[in-house]
């Protein structure tokens, strides 16, 4: 039911753009340009052990930051198009190999706390994972968001958390489905999340992948990662 009332509210109460307050507007030009990058590599330091190579497509701060509390936390699932298609660009950057599109796109996203979930009636990361991959396939790619992964025991809420602490939260948090090695032989996988900080989800959720695909596929021990965005103490050297 709340996302029912979610949906109706949208359409009528007053917009106003979730990142800035401009008035008549989820989002205005300039928020929508903030988030829609260039992606980069963004790398927490220090990293956990396992993580794998991760593209962001903005800074978790100001307006773009705004714009994902507002999806995540407040039920505004409308920004989950903008949020894909910025996280479209991050999955497109992190899926090259030497330049090159490495076929197939199967977007594996970090899957949420089961509480959370039901406390904020619906699933962040999976809910933009979906629009990421329908925005790959306006764009002529073969892509499909695929949740393979849940979660095997309860975690804390990571907020407040300390990095250590985050990775002892989350160490052996996640599994794949048994039927994962088999969804994602032979194609291209790559983790998606809507923000890193730490780093430690992305790390479990890797670690996790690789044990389904253990033995089937050499080249994803060289996993890749996506988000919509990460701290921009994060970024590597050389994004604009």
Request: hydrophobic residues 50%; aromatic residues 4%; charged residues 20%.
């Amino acid at each position: 039911m709340r996302w029912w009332w979610r949906e109706i509210s949208e359409l009528v109460l007053p917009a106003v753009c979730a990142g800035c307050g401009h008035a008549r507007t989820s989002l205005c030009g300039e928020c929508a340009q903030e988030l829609a990058g260039p992606p980069a590599r963004a790398r927490p330091c220090p990293a956990p052990a396992g993580l794998p190579e991760v593209f962001a497509a903005a800074r978790y701060e100001g307006g773009v930051r705004s714009v994902l509390l507002a999806h995540k936390e407040r039920g505004a699932l409308g920004l989950a198009r903008p949020l894909g298609a910025a996280l479209a660009g991050a999955v497109q950057a992190a899926s090259l190999r030497g330049g090159e599109a490495q076929g197939p796109l199967l977007l594996v996203p970090v899957p949420s706390a089961g509480r959370a979930v039901r406390a904020r009636g619906h699933d962040p990361a999976r809910r933009i994972a979906v629009a990421a991959a329908v925005a790959l396939r306006r764009a002529g790619a073969y892509a499909r968001a695929l949740p393979v992964l849940r979660q095997c025991r309860q975690v804390s809420d990571q907020s407040g958390l300390t990095a250590r602490e985050r990775l002892e939260n989350m160490a052996g948090a996640l599994e794949a489905a048994p039927w994962a090695g088999r969804a994602l032989e032979a194609r291209g996988a790559v983790l998606v999340d809507d923000v890193m900080t730490t780093g430690a989800s992305l790390a479990e959720a890797a670690r996790a992948l690789r044990a389904a695909l253990s033995g089937r596929v050499s080249e994803y021990t060289r996993m890749s990662a996506a988000v919509v965005a990460a701290p921009a103490l994060s970024f590597e050297t050389g994004r604009n």
